[in-house]
């Protein structure tokens, strides 16, 4: 299925998911870049031109602010996606830490990705 050019929420998810992995990574596609996002172009804008990591500097600037906004509605499932992809955890990992099932871990962590895309998606569609 083919995404529009400013898909739903539930299109962005498997995107934000694509991106939290990619989290280290320099180089990507458009798709775990989100460049075609307006938040992370304008992220961008505000970097040094010419720098090959400002993609990936201005996307995970777009994450991170999704982040910290979930942690005010789910402060659980924000530090679930901060351990498993900006600390690098594994899910068996972080059910260590956090006293959870690894399927506990995969049920959370859905559930906040879902929501980060919801927060991405409104914060984006302003500037449509």
């Given amino acids: 299925m083919k995404q529009p ?3 739903e929420p539930e299109y962005l998810r498997p995107d934000m998911l ?4 990619a989290w280290r990574r320099l ?10 996002l307006l938040l992370v172009q304008e992220q961008r804008r505000m970097l040094v031109e010419g720098d090959p990591s400002n993609l990936r ?6 994450l991170l602010a999704g982040i910290e906004m979930l942690e005010k509605q789910d402060e659980p499932g924000a530090h679930i996606l901060r ?7 594994t899910v068996l990992e972080v059910g260590h830490k956090l006293n ?9 962590q859905r559930q906040a ?10 914060r984006e569609s302003p500037m449509r």
Avoid: M
């Fill in 83 to 89: 351990l498993r992809f900006l600390d690098d955890r």
């Fill in 18 to 21: 694509a991106a939290l992995r």
């Fill in 113 to 122: 990705i879902e929501d980060l895309a919801g927060i991405v998606w409104r």
């Fill in 100 to 108: 959870l099932t690894e399927d506990e871990v995969k049920k959370r």
């Fill in 57 to 62: 500097l201005a996307t995970n600037r777009v």
């Fill in 27 to 36: 180089a990507g596609s458009t798709a775990d870049l989100l460049a075609y």
């Fill in 5 to 7: 050019d400013f898909p």
